[in-house]
């Protein structure tokens, strides 16, 4: 179980960190994308990548959702908010192996 947790947040890390970079490649290509297109664009690789991934937050913490649609749409949100996201849902799982332990 710690394990899970540990890869699962490894893989929100990693996730986000390659949604940050393409969302920086795209606004260099298009550089007058500023502001909350910017965040726009985030949010959409973001939920692109989980979705062709199947990586969702809900499936990770072994919480049921009857759409895995929607677990891919909330984690890419997630993951295209970067750090301060990816703090919140280490947090979470740091509670999770607390728990268990």
């Known amino acids: 179980m710690i394990t ?3 890869d699962s947040a ?3 890390m990693v ?3 390659i ?3 393409l969302t920086n490649g795209v606004k260099s290509i298009f550089p007058f994308l ?3 297109s910017s965040r726009i664009i985030a ?3 973001g939920i692109t990548i989980c979705f062709y991934t199947n990586i969702g ?3 990770r913490l072994e919480i049921g959702i009857r759409y895995d649609l929607i677990d891919y749409i909330i984690t890419g949100i997630i993951i295209s908010r970067g750090s ?3 703090h919140d849902v280490i947090s979470v799982f740091n509670k999770k192996n607390s728990e268990i332990l």
């Open 4 to 6: 899970d947790s540990v």
């Open 10 to 12: 490894a893989t929100i």
């Open 15 to 17: 996730l986000s960190v």
């Open 19 to 21: 949604v940050e970079v």
């Open 34 to 36: 500023k502001g909350n």
């Open 43 to 45: 949010a959409v690789i």
């Open 57 to 59: 937050i809900f499936s």
């Open 84 to 86: 301060n996201a990816v």
